[in-house]
Nanobody, 126 residues
C-alpha cells in the first residue's frame, strides 16, 4: 500500500504562483509513477503532470506545459508541483496519485493509478 498526503493549496490571483506538495509513504518502492491530477466541479479528473520514479521521464498535459513544473525528491519521498502564471481555469481540487504499472503509456490517465491522496484545493480568482 502507498499513502499520499497533499498540502500547499490555497487562493491566488491570476498570474500568481503556488506550490503543492505530496508526501508519499508506505510501500514507496512499488510506485513506478507518481503524479498530479485535478478535478473541477462537473469535470472529469484530468492528468496534470506525472513522473516515472526510476527513469525520471516527465509528462505534462498541454494545458499546463510551460507553466507547471513537477519534481520528485526520492530521498524525502516528496512530490512537488510548482504552478506559475496561474489562470482561473486552473481552479480545481488537486490530487496526488501513484501507480504500480511501469509502462510508458497512459501516463496521464487517472484510471491507471492505484493510490490517491485526499486532495488540496487551488483557487485562482481576482
Amino acid at each position: 500500500q502507498v499513502q499520499l498526503q497533499e498540502s500547499g493549496g490555497g487562493f491566488v490571483q491570476p498570474g500568481g504562483s503556488l506550490r503543492v506538495d505530496c508526501v508519499v509513504s508506505g510501500d514507496t518502492d512499488s510506485a513506478a509513477f507518481v503524479g498530479w491530477f485535478r478535478q473541477a466541479p462537473g469535470n472529469e479528473r484530468e492528468g496534470v503532470a506525472t513522473i516515472a520514479t526510476r527513469s525520471r521521464f516527465i509528462y505534462y498535459s498541454d494545458s499546463v506545459k510551460g507553466r507547471f513544473t513537477i519534481s520528485h525528491d526520492s530521498a524525502k519521498n516528496t512530490l512537488y508541483l510548482q504552478m506559475n502564471s496561474l489562470k482561473p481555469e486552473d481552479t480545481a481540487m488537486y490530487y496526488c496519485a501513484a501507480r504500480r504499472a511501469p509502462f510508458l503509456t497512459q501516463t496521464l490517465s487517472a484510471t491507471t493509478y492505484d493510490y490517491w491522496g485526499r486532495g488540496t484545493q487551488v483557487t485562482v480568482s481576482s
